[in-house]
């Protein structure tokens, strides 16, 4: 069995403030903003961005300038990533020039019910589309697979059906698959098993970790130590779920930062740049209100 993996002492930190971190924030943040904080990371070392989601604007309004802020990463020599959660948000991404996209959908279905509209099978279909879609749209197309161990309606998310998931994309050409701790309930031994079962099935695994219950960090090692080299993260921990009232924020960019430097293990970022983009945000949020007043 062929595994894609990075080399493996490559540790890759993914930033998702721009699109978890600020998903669920009443007050819209302009581009503007937006770009400050991007361009504030980019400079405190950050590579890889996911920085934004085409989704109905209607439903989640911070992310109604996605085509702009995609087109402005991209003049400042960045291939971003994309999060969608259909084919109509997939067809918008590959139409803006999104070459690296990637597809949502719950292992729970009281969840996806509320986030996309659909059920699970429902949202997976759509998914191995858009994966049969890709090669010819110029793109490549990365699971996002929410509430993998744990769901707030459903309680504990039984893992084989987060791994028959994971079997049908991988037949169906995905390479790339992200486990989502979405409520922050995964216990370490939980993530390296599943980790581990993913990993058996043939797909590079990436972890999106919240911190609802301060777990994150541990967990987050806990995946590296089985195998795991992809990480999002977000700055201050920012973030949640507009679907889900009580998700504690993401893996944070600073506990990353902590965590991995003491485990002995590069991280490529500079915490003394974070304040300077922990200030480009805080900007942004107390304009955004400002603006929400008016």
Wanted: proline share 3%; net charge negative.
């Amino acid at each position: 069995m062929k595994h894609h993996h990075h080399p493996k002492h490559e540790l890759l930190i993914r930033d998702v403030t721009l699109r978890d971190g600020l998903q669920n924030l009443p007050e819209i943040v302009s581009t503007e903003h937006k770009l400050g904080i991007l361009d504030a990371l980019r400079d405190a070392g950050v590579k890889d961005f996911q920085i934004t989601a085409f989704v109905n604007p209607a439903r989640v309004p911070q992310m109604s300038d996605a085509e702009t802020l995609y087109a402005e990463a991209v003049k400042r020599g960045l291939i971003p990533n994309v999060l969608v959660a259909n084919l109509h948000g997939f067809e918008r991404a590959v139409a803006a020039g999104a070459k690296s996209i990637d597809a949502v959908l719950s292992a729970s279905n009281t969840y996806n019910a509320k986030n996309a509209n659909r059920t699970t099978l429902e949202s997976a279909n759509e998914i191995i589309i858009m994966l049969s879609r890709a090669a010819h749209a110029g793109c490549t197309v990365g699971i996002s697979v929410a509430n993998c161990f744990h769901c707030f309606s459903q309680g504990a998310v039984d893992p084989e059906i987060v791994l028959a998931l994971v079997r049908g994309f991988h037949d169906s050409g995905a390479r790339m698959v992200w486990i989502s701790d979405t409520t922050g309930a995964a216990k370490p031994d939980a993530v390296t098993k599943l980790v581990e079962a993913c990993a058996h099935i043939g797909v590079e695994v990436g972890l999106h970790l919240h911190d609802t219950q301060g777990r994150a960090g541990e967990n987050a090692l806990a995946g590296y130590k089985a195998g795991v080299r992809r990480f999002d993260a977000a700055l201050s921990g920012l973030g949640g779920s507009p679907f889900t009232p009580g998700v504690g924020g993401n893996l944070s960019l600073e506990t990353v930062q902590v965590v991995f430097t003491e485990a002995g293990i590069a991280t490529g970022l500079d915490p003394a740049k974070f304040e300077t983009a922990r200030e480009k945000l805080a900007a942004g949020l107390a304009a955004a209100q400002t603006a929400g007043a008016a």
